[in-house]
T-cell receptor, first 112, second 117 residues
Framework: AQSVTQLGSHVSVSEGALVLLRCNYS??????LFWYVQYPNQGLQLLLK????ATLVKGINGFEAEFKKSETSFHLTKPSAHMSDAAEYFC??????????WGAGTKLIIKP | GAVVSQHPSWVICKSGTSVKIECRSL??????MFWYRQFPKQSLMLMAT?????????EQGVEKDKFLINHASLTLSTLTVTSAHPEDSSFYIC?????????????FGPGTRLTVT
């Protein structure tokens, strides 16, 4: 069965530093991959998605992610963290029925 | 485009009462809608998948008689928590799949915070 692993339940970076949130999936077939952001007491906002086009995907708010099939990874990065990036981030992949399989989430903490 | 709304955004109810949560796709037709539950500091748990005009498909462990789902139109799905108890308190999120779009993409509502006292 498909699964998603997000390394690190909490990631803390200084404002202006590189953000790296890790996501690995298990699948022999390249799935569709997503990163969502959730601010406290709010729903989910799509940051970016991979749908078998370019392996480097650019999303909103300066985030991007690279699909690496050989590593079964889809890590999320942002060159320079901003205080407003503090939130919970979820990686998700589709299963064969196009339902979303979710990672456990990573809370991004930005230090001033 | 692709906006999904939920109503109410938060609700407090007494134990034993029922609560209905609405999920609407505002600018597209959704043949399929999904209901998720999210516990504090946890990921989303899929509760059920509803297709317009047919019975919902519930995930293992979700009580279908307690969480009634109705998807009567292409723009509206409802989740009714019957005889709510404090353990039903949670954040409920719906999502919708655009009939005209790809099968892989879901659009999420803002969520409903349910507190049962």
């Amino acid at each position: 069965a498909q699964s998603v692993t997000q390394l690190g339940s909490h990631v803390s970076v200084s404002e202006g530093a590189l953000v790296l949130l890790r996501c690995n999936y298990s699948s022999s077939v390249p799935p569709y991959l997503f990163w969502y952001v959730q601010y406290p007491n709010q729903g989910l906002q799509l940051l970016l998605k991979y749908t078998s086009a370019a392996t480097l995907v650019k999303g909103i708010n300066g985030f991007e992610a690279e699909f690496k099939k050989s590593e079964t990874s889809f890590h999320l990065t942002k060159p320079s963290a901003h205080m407003s990036d503090a939130a919970e981030y979820f990686c998700a992949v589709t299963d064969r029925n196009y339902q979303l399989i979710w990672g456990a989430g990573t809370k991004l903490i930005i230090k001033p | 485009g692709a906006v999904v709304s939920q109503h109410p955004s938060w609700v407090i109810c007494k134990s034993g009462t029922s609560v209905k949560i609405e999920c609407r796709s505002l600018d597209f037709q959704a043949t399929t809608m999904f209901w998720y539950r999210q516990f504090p500091k946890q990921s989303l748990m899929l509760m059920a998948t509803s297709n317009e005009g047919s019975k919902a498909t519930y995930e293992q462990g979700v009580e279908k008689d307690k969480f009634l789902i109705n998807h009567a139109s292409l723009t509206l799905s409802t989740l009714t928590v019957t005889s709510a108890h404090p353990e039903d308190s949670s954040f409920y999120i719906c999502s919708a799949r655009d009939q005209a779009g790809g099968l892989y993409e879901q659009y999420f509502g803002p969520g409903t915070r349910l507190t049962v006292t």
